[in-house]
């Protein structure tokens, strides 16, 4: 099997390509769209992220606002890191990577 992966800044086509490729038939899984459902209330990340960051994150139905999150990790390495630590490592587990 055939996998690629297909990046590229914004606006860059990236969606448009991966569209095309999978109207011919190829299973086209989107990076941010795992980030962001892990992220939902009933996604793999959405407690430690909250454990990690604090209730501050949340919108007033409980979801994470990913701005209000973005604001404490912005120019933050270390807390950028962390966030990513515990977003995409549900994802690798969860595809058996």
């Avoid at 490729?21 to 990340?45: K, R, S, T, Y």
């Avoid at 950028?80 to 995409?88: D, F, I, P, R, S």
Wanted: glycine letters at 16%.
């Amino acid at each position: 099997m055939l996998k690629v992966g297909l990046t590229g800044g914004l606006a860059s086509g990236k969606s448009f390509v991966g569209h095309g490729l999978e109207q011919m038939g190829c299973l086209l899984i989107q990076a941010d769209q795992l980030g962001h459902a892990v992220l939902e209330p009933d996604g793999e990340a959405y407690h430690a992220v909250i454990a990690e960051f604090g209730p501050g994150i949340l919108d007033p139905q409980g979801r994470i606002d990913r701005r209000r999150l973005g604001a404490k990790v912005f120019n933050q390495p270390e807390r950028l890191e962390k966030l990513n630590g515990l977003v995409h490592l549900p994802c690798a587990h969860a595809h058996g990577s």
